[in-house]
């Protein structure tokens, strides 16, 4: 694991966050409506904040103290980034310390949308498919440009259990009640001014369209989420 702090900054966790990597996409090449709806689902405060949601965080806090050991999250995408990268997935008192100093250390270090560059380049979409490129390629057949706001709603709405939800991807369609939910989150960023009144409208009655290209046969694609799985216990 190597991490740099020029503008040229890299990180290694199984793959390269850089212009090496061809699956790597810079921020401002990521759909605008992707951006706002991870902001929507996982951190709207994001840019005015150092790494920590204060009232989350603690009572998030308090419950762990009360349950004697960490259940429950308040992470920010800062938290997150250094959890997906940095640390592995043990919720120790240890951990939780260095996650908290690493956070606080990104956050003097590192630009707002250089981690949200980083963050969106690293997170899981799906089984094996990590990153905000593999995965409208993978998932809708585009890049990650070309992402409009019903399908950016429906990868925020995915995490923080895409493996879950990659039964929809298999299935080639969405479940009613999870539209309902993809439709929720495009209210919200509605109500945050994050989507005018058209394109709401537009997003509501349109269809989220996955790719057929990599899904193959049912079987194939919930083999290969199983697989993922096993990998991971």
């Known amino acids: 694991l190597a991490l740099g702090l020029t503008p040229m900054v890299w990180l290694r966790f199984g793959f390269e966050v850089g212009p090496d990597n061809p699956d790597y996409v810079p921020l401002d090449q990521v759909s605008p409506h992707l951006i706002k709806a991870i902001l929507t689902t996982e ?4 840019f005015y904040h150092r790494g920590f949601i204060p009232r989350e965080f603690q009572s998030a806090l308090a419950r762990n103290l009360i349950a004697r050991r960490f259940v429950f999250g308040a992470s920010s995408i800062t938290m997150q980034m250094v959890k997906n990268v940095l640390l592995g997935r043990h919720k120790t008192l240890a951990r939780k ?8 250390y990104l956050e003097q270090h590192l630009p707002k ?29 585009k ?11 429906y990868l925020a709405s995915i995490l923080p259990s895409p493996k879950r939800r990659y039964l929809h991807f298999c299935r080639g ?18 109500k945050r001014k994050r989507l005018n009144d058209s394109e709401l409208q537009l997003a509501l009655e349109s269809p989220i369209q996955f790719s057929e ?20 216990r």
């Not at 250089?114 to 995965?135: Q, T």
């Open 173 to 190: 369609r969405v479940s009613k009640r999870w539209r309902h939910w993809v439709n929720r989150i495009l209210r919200i960023m509605h």
């Open 43 to 46: 951190d709207s405060r994001f």
């Open 213 to 232: 290209k990599e899904r193959g046969s049912l079987s194939e694609c919930l083999a290969r989420r199983d697989r993922f799985r096993i990998r991971r």
């Open 113 to 141: 949308k250089r981690i949200l560059e980083i963050y969106l380049n690293v997170i899981e979409f799906g089984p094996g498919i990590f990153g905000i490129g593999r995965a409208a390629v993978h998932l809708f057949g």
């Open 143 to 153: 890049d990650a440009s070309a992402l409009d706001p019903q399908g950016a709603a």
């Open 97 to 104: 310390l260095q996650e908290l100093i690493l956070t606080w």
